[in-house]
């Protein structure tokens, strides 16, 4: 690994959880050394020296919800790491934490896969998350169990309360997962929509031949996402544990998390952009590449989560980043062709166009820039044991930086972006607002959008810091 030049970022106005200023940010071996005034005519002799004239500094973007070769059946979601993390970085995502485990295979062998894949082809920084089907029945040995994950260097789980086929755990054996993250701080993250009910409304659709896209949000209707969230939000509360939603997408499951809130439960949220920006309307209209679960919903939703947003309710926006290509959603989970929604591999595109979408909010005036940065960068770094490691502009951090053109504009269609997926979610859309320069400690690893010099290999696996129990 070579070091990198020192560099200076120059005229600027940074923006992170210490406030907006203007300053100079001064980068010494891929780290931050200085952020102050003047830099310039200071002891930054020799630096490389890019211009934020203009724009904003922000630390880079971390995505804590990705999913990069993820096979489902027959086909595998269009990102692996090195396309993955070079969509990430021309969009200013400086950090992922991917989601390692297919299926139900053992917690080791996941780990492996899932580092084999990264290894020599990240171009950013990434975590891993394991994703949790069984626990140990004795608690000592579950502790343990999360104790090697954090020796591992992975301080978060997730579970999943959907897809009895391959994923679903029942409520003993999250309660015993939430039990061991209150002895070993790591967080227990779970997917909130009830699969038993969800099951049954399928069932229904499809007996009554209801089987398109259109059907989608009918069977994974809110009800079933605020039933789950208010069923793991009692079993963290009564185990004194720390709960993580991810992708919330109702107004619904919003209400239902404030509730357990104001009940006392220790409990955070994320949202995603496709949440924030698109409607069921697409799914009515039988699209099948806006299938994803939970499903795209209604305004008066995406209206809840922007104001939960600006208000700290939801802290963080990740992008669930799966998607697939036109081809494999054709072909389906299954491999010869779908015949019902439930062989739709779903999922949607993300990675590269988070920073952008959520700063949309800002200048839609329903979001804070100090908002903005916070939910891209700064709550996930210090949710997800980072802190002191990447989220701030700041001494002695890594030099993981996002120069913000707020006036570069981008039209969002696929051969604008850089995922091996062949559409985007959000073609014909402009965005005002673009990074000009991404910085991954110290180097420069994209410049108006497009990657500078991509070395894949070069991004490291950053192992995370758990909850202090
Ligand atoms: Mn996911």
């Known amino acids: 690994m070579d070091m990198a030049t020192d560099l200076v970022v120059r005229g600027g106005t940074v923006v992170d959880g210490s406030g907006t200023r203007r300053a100079d940010v001064l980068v010494r071996g891929g780290r931050i050394v200085a952020v102050e005034e003047g830099i310039a005519v200071g002891g930054a002799l020799g630096a490389d020296v890019v211009d934020a004239g203009g724009a904003y500094v922000v630390p880079g973007g971390i995505d804590v919800h990705t999913h990069f070769a993820l096979p489902v059946g027959a086909v595998t979601s269009a990102d692996d790491f090195e396309s993955g993390t070079l969509a990430a970085a021309c969009g200013g995502t400086t950090c992922v934490i991917d989601f390692a485990g297919a299926g139900r295979e053992p917690w080791q062998e996941a780990l492996a896969t899932w580092h084999d894949r990264a290894r020599g082809r990240a171009l950013v920084d990434y975590g891993l998350h394991l994703t949790v089907t069984e626990m140990p029945l004795d608690p000592d040995g579950a502790a343990q169990r999360f104790a090697a994950f954090v020796e591992h260097g992975v301080t978060s789980v997730k579970l999943y309360l959907a897809y009895p086929d391959r994923l679903m755990v029942d409520d003993d054996t999250l309660g015993r997962a939430l039990a061991a993250s209150r002895r070993t701080g790591v967080r227990v993250c779970v997917h909130a929509e009830d699969g038993a009910t969800v099951e049954t409304l399928v069932a229904e659709a ?5 089987t398109g896209p259109d059907a989608v949000p009918s069977v994974r209707p809110p009800s079933v996402e605020a039933e789950a ?13 720390w709960l993580y939603v991810v992708h919330l997408s109702s107004r619904a499951g919003l209400q239902a998390v404030l509730a357990a809130r104001a009940s006392g439960v220790d409990i955070h949220t994320e949202t995603c952009p496709h949440y924030l920006h698109l409607e069921q309307s697409h799914l009515e ?3 099948p590449d806006f299938v994803c679960a939970p499903p795209l919903r209604q305004a008066s939703d995406r209206a809840a989560l922007w104001r939960a947003l600006d208000a700290g309710d939801v802290e963080v926006v990740s992008t669930d980043h799966c998607p697939f290509t036109t081809q494999d959603r054709r072909r389906g989970t299954g491999g010869t062709g779908w015949t019902d929604f ?7 595109s993300g990675v590269e166009t988070r920073l952008s979408l959520v700063y949309q909010g800002v200048l839609d005036r329903r979001l804070s820039l100090e908002r903005w940065v916070d939910a891209t960068s700064g709550s996930p770094a210090r949710l997800f044991g980072l802190d002191g490691v990447k989220g701030a502009v700041r001494p002695g951090l890594d030099a993981d930086l996002v120069v913000f053109d707020p006036g570069a504009t981008r039209r969002l269609d696929a051969a604008n972006l850089h995922s091996r997926c062949d559409h985007s979610p959000y073609a014909g859309l402009e965005v005002t607002g673009w990074p000009a320069v991404t910085i991954s400690r110290g180097d420069v690893v994209a410049v108006g959008g497009e990657p500078a010099d991509p070395r894949p290999g070069r991004g490291r696996f950053v192992r995370r810091t758990p909850l202090r129990p």
Not at 206 to 210: D, E, F, H, L
């Open 206 to 210: 499809v007996a009554a031949g209801r």
């Open 229 to 241: 969230v208010r069923r793991a939000a009692g079993l963290a509360g009564a185990a004194g544990a």
């Open 285 to 287: 209209a039988g699209a």
């Open 342 to 348: 439930r062989q739709i591999p779903g999922g949607l």
